[in-house]
């Protein structure tokens, strides 16, 4: 027994409905070939037009490869699940191209290839909204092949080419700017480590020089405290000696007194540092003659500036010479240097 499915309009039965007229045409079809004993019979040219297919690739070679009941019982159950025209290789529309290439007189499936049309024309504008092309590319190929003369193909061949090529001058701009960006990124940090590199140097001389500096006032304080060593040596010893000689038995000879009376009185060699910058100052010398008219101490009572001169100063004074006298004599000096003098 067969079942004549009267066609529906295409536009206003959508959704459901659509799905309900599409999946009892399919079963019309399929009682309509169980009911036909003997070969189709069809015109030439009408076998020609109905079976001239667009571009293979809307329909995959697992769905081309099934059978006619198959391919029934598949667009069923598509329609069920409402799998219209997605996914690729599992849905109505894909199976019913396929049974319609095997039957291409068969008005049920003509009928549902015409009612999921409309469909599939939303979901390739919605596929180029969202710049989906692979999407939109297969739709396209499906509606192609339902037909090669829809209105809506010209239109939609165009929006996917246009949209194609914005995305491709997107794309091409993203990965200009992103190297661009990389180049300045890796400019920042050639930028940064030199600098940093800059800074640690000068910190490393900065360094240097302070290091320098604290050993130099290292080493004279260590001389000072050398000189001042000596000195308390040498008035050690002068006191020492003064209190083991003997008290005299007779008044000292008129001629010795203890008015300090210079024979030789060398000046201090000049420091070559301070000579070559020019530096200037004086010393104050605390310094003691025994009584053979020698020098037996000195120290540093004050200088200026602090110990550039020291140690030239009691160089000097201890070369000093005086006429004996009669006891010893503590006395004070200030030796000037002048570059200039």
């Known amino acids: 027994m067969s079942v004549v499915m009267s066609r ?29 004993t003997g070969p189709e019979t069809t015109t030439p040219g009408a076998a020609t037009t109905q079976t001239a297919a667009p571009p293979a690739q809307a329909v995959s070679a697992q769905v081309a490869a099934m059978g006619a009941d198959q391919l029934r019982d598949a667009a069923s159950a598509a329609l069920k699940e409402q799998r219209l025209y997605a996914p690729a290789g599992n849905n109505a529309m894909e199976y019913y191209l396929a049974l319609r290439d095997k039957q291409p007189n068969d008005p049920a499936v003509s009928s549902a290839l015409t009612d999921l049309l409309p469909y599939t024309v939303i979901a390739t504008e919605q596929s180029i ?13 499906l509606m192609e092949k339902t037909d090669p003369h829809a209105p809506a193909l010209p239109r939609l061949k165009a929006g996917i080419a246009s949209g194609q090529a914005t995305l491709a001058q997107r794309t091409a701009e993203a990965a200009t700017k992103t190297e661009e960006d990389a180049k300045r990124q ?11 590199q800059k800074a640690q140097q000068e910190a490393a001389q900065k360094l240097a ?12 304080a260590a001389d000072q405290k050398a000189a001042d060593d000596r000195a308390a040596a040498q008035r050690a010893a002068a006191q020492r000696a003064a209190a083991q000689t003997p008290a005299p038995t007779q008044p000292a000879p008129a001629t010795a007194s203890n008015d300090l009376r210079p024979i030789s009185t060398p000046a201090p060699k000049y420091p070559p540092d301070a000579y070559r910058a020019g530096t200037s100052g004086e010393v104050q010398v605390e310094f003691t003659v025994g009584t053979d008219g020698s020098v037996t101490s000195a120290r540093v009572v ?40």
């Open 302 to 341: 004050r200088s200026s500036p602090p110990r550039v001169f020291d140690r030239a100063a009691l160089n000097a004074v201890n070369r000093w010479r005086f006429q004996p006298v009669g006891s010893p004599v503590t006395s004070r000096r200030t030796i000037g240097f002048s570059p200039g003098g």
């Open 8 to 36: 529906q309009p295409r536009v206003a039965r959508y959704g459901l409905a659509a799905g309900v007229v599409l999946v009892c045409a399919l079963s019309g079809c399929g009682k309509k070939e169980a009911a036909t």
């Open 129 to 141: 909204a969202r710049d989906d092309y692979a999407e939109a590319q297969r739709l396209y190929s």
């Open 209 to 220: 020089a302070q290091q320098a500096a604290d050993q130099l006032a290292a080493q004279r």
């Open 186 to 196: 890796a400019d920042l940090e050639k930028q940064r480590l030199a600098d940093q």
